[in-house]
Nanobody, 120 residues
Framework: QVQLVESGGGLVQPGGSLRLSCAASGSIFSINAMGWYRQAPGKERELVAVIASGGYTNYAESVKGRFTISGDNAKKTRDLQMNSLKPEDTGVYYC??????????????WGQGTQVTVSS
């Protein structure tokens, strides 16, 4: 089975920075896409940033210029550097991976989530 373990998160003042890390383990043939989603109270879970196969990177409009996703497919990791944080960035951040677990078989996995709170 595949597991995603997240670290980072916490409480930060507006304008501050945080870094989230995610490491995948288990039987993974290859990574199709791996990145971060978030869910604010009372809202739908939304994509924050993702790196797909081939190095394609996508960001939510609301975080462009402030957040940077990086990662290493060989190490199965994804980091999210979050700068100039705003109160509206508050939520639970989830690591997500779409991976090949066998020839022709892809599956999606979620981490347990880590809380990010931006407040003065």
């Amino acid at each position: 089975q595949v597991q995603l373990v997240e670290s980072g998160g916490g409480l930060v003042q507006p304008g501050g920075s945080l870094r989230l890390s995610c490491a995948a383990s288990g039987s993974i043939f290859s990574i199709n896409a791996m990145g971060w989603y978030r869910q604010a109270p009372g809202k739908e879970r939304e994509l924050v940033a993702v790196i797909a196969s081939g190095g394609y990177t996508n960001y939510a409009e609301s975080v462009k210029g402030r957040f940077t996703i990086s990662g290493d497919n060989a190490k199965k990791t994804r980091d999210l550097q979050m700068n100039s944080l705003k109160p509206e960035d508050t939520g639970v951040y989830y690591c997500h991976a779409n991976v090949m677990v066998a020839t022709g078989v892809s599956m999606r996995f979620w981490g347990q989530g880590t809380q990010v709170t931006v407040s003065s």
